[in-house]
């Protein structure tokens, strides 16, 4: 099946989210959409990708907050598989949910196109993308084209007590493909109960709520204002009207601050009297949790799940996930351990939902690996933190070949580079100069530099900084490849 670009098709990607069930493999500025452990690829490049052969050209629209807002540019722009699609990032005033975050997507849509259609992804989902995808995405869009909301309902494969569902009703005629409708909604339903889940299995006629949506720009903001929500669709407007980079200003903020922080299913979708469900026979995961591990790897005859460099003896029903060090476990039963290069979680597999208590409990005592981990991605390439004590650092830092680090200087620190694999290329105050390995530059307080990697192979140095404050944000970008 040819991949037809929908007209007027606008995907919103919904990006704002810290992932707190998902620490440590999770932080606030490299949250759960940015793991790629799913695939090989991270999960909001999977969602980008999913949409943007079908959505107009220039009309992939990534919805953050403000904090995240570089760090997924930078992630973004690293990835091959989104070589050449054009991404427009916007950033919430603050979080107030999905109902004031999809309201503010489809006002600033109409103010690109007034015919506007909209489909809302999560960017932490796995779903299974393909031809059934596409037929599906069309099938939701001449709908919505209808005046409706329309909603994305999953098969259920399993009596699952952790999503909500939808009860499908009648099928509305005139809009099927290879099998694929839409049928009116006949009710949402909370998430069930043990038995209730598998009473909905068998009859056949819920679907699991996905989150996603497809509607026109429009039709979001007057089926909001008819639900009884018309201070989101009136504020959604009123910022929508500032210019992007206005939306994070006091003004806004203060508006969208007033705001209910309420989902978009309670403020539109369950009052509207124009909803339909595309049910989607498609495999597909909210990741909701690290049991979401257990699909990684086949379990072993005892029903574990290992993955990494993972010793056990004697364990049974357990998952264990190690990102870099050797994890061994013995005699264990029903357990979670995900080791990370510089934090560990050991808890029942019955008490994954409730990982973000320990991520409250961490933030209390403002411990730093809520915030980021050790190792990050660039469009460059990535840098590693080896060990950070009072007034210094060490990092590995790897430049991808004919790629180059922006030109900055820094206020609080100096660096000394060392080359240990390829070729160097750095720039000193207006000097450039070429270093092999074993050779050494050194970057005093304020210097403007550059570090670049004119090579065919990946340069690798070490990176010894000195300073009274070591931040990330301690840098001035005079040239950046990256527009950052």
């Known amino acids: 099946m040819s991949q037809t670009r929908i007209p007027h098709l606008h995907a919103v990607i919904l990006a704002g989210g810290s992932g707190t069930r998902f620490w440590p493999l999770s932080r606030e500025l490299s949250p759960k959409q940015f793991v790629s452990i799913f695939g090989g690829v991270s999960l909001i490049t999977q969602a980008v990708a999913r949409v943007a052969t079908l959505a107009d050209d220039g009309a992939v629209h990534v919805l ?3 904090r995240l807002l570089d760090e997924l540019r930078g992630h973004l722009k690293a990835q091959p598989l989104l070589e050449g699609v054009d991404i427009d990032y916007l950033a919430e005033p603050v979080p107030r949910n999905t109902a004031p975050a999809i309201a503010l997507g489809a006002a600033y849509l109409l103010g690109i196109d007034p015919d506007a259609l909209m489909v809302v992804l999560p960017s932490d989902h796995l779903l299974q993308d393909g031809e059934a995808w596409e037929r599906t995405l069309r099938v939701a869009a001449a709908l919505a084209q209808e005046d409706r909301l329309v909603t994305l309902g999953l098969t259920p494969t399993y009596p699952e007590t952790g999503y909500g569902y939808i009860r499908m009703g009648e099928k509305i005629p005139g809009h099927t493909d290879e099998g694929i409708a839409g049928h009116e909604v006949a009710a949402f339903v909370e998430k069930p109960d043990r038995s209730r889940a598998e009473q909905f299995l068998a009859e056949g006629s819920h679907l699991w709520n996905s989150g996603m949506l497809v509607a026109r720009a429009s039709v979001v903001l007057t089926e909001l204002e008819k639900a009884g929500a018309e201070d989101i669709a009136a504020t959604a407007r009123a910022v929508a009207a500032l210019p992007p980079s206005a939306w994070t200003g006091d003004e806004a903020r203060q508006m969208f601050s007033a705001l209910p922080a309420v989902p978009f299913d309670k403020a539109a979708l369950e009052r509207s009297h124009s909803v339909a469900v595309v049910p989607c026979d498609l495999a597909w995961s909210d990741v909701g949790s690290l049991l979401a ?37 013995l005699g ?10 510089d934090a560990t979680l050991v808890a029942p597999k019955a008490r994954a939902q409730d990982v973000r208590l320990v991520v409250d409990a961490l933030k209390a005592r403002g411990a730093p690996e809520v915030i980021e981990s050790r190792s990050s991605v660039r469009p460059w390439g990535s840098w590693t933190l080896l060990v950070k004590g009072p007034g210094f650092q060490v990092k590995t830092i790897e430049v991808l070949p004919h790629h180059r680090l922006s030109l900055q200087s820094h206020a609080h620190r100096s660096e000394h580079w060392i080359v240990v694999e390829g070729r160097a290329l750095v720039q000193l105050d207006g000097q450039t100069t070429e270093r092999l390995p074993n050779e050494s530059t050194y970057i005093p307080i304020g210097a403007k530099h550059r570090l670049g990697n004119p090579g065919d192979t990946t340069l690798k140095i070490v990176e010894v900084a000195v300073g009274e404050y070591l931040g990330e944000d301690d840098i001035v970008r005079y040239e950046d490849d990256w527009a950052r």
């Open 332 to 341: 264990v039963a029903d357990l979670l351990v995900v080791d990370t290069t």
């Open 64 to 66: 953050t907050n403000e």
């Open 293 to 329: 591990l257990g699909s990684i790897a086949p379990p072993d005859e005892r029903g574990n799940v290992l993955v990494g460099d993972v010793v056990d003896v004697d364990s049974h029903d357990s998952i264990v996930y190690s990102a870099d060090r050797l994890v061994a476990t």
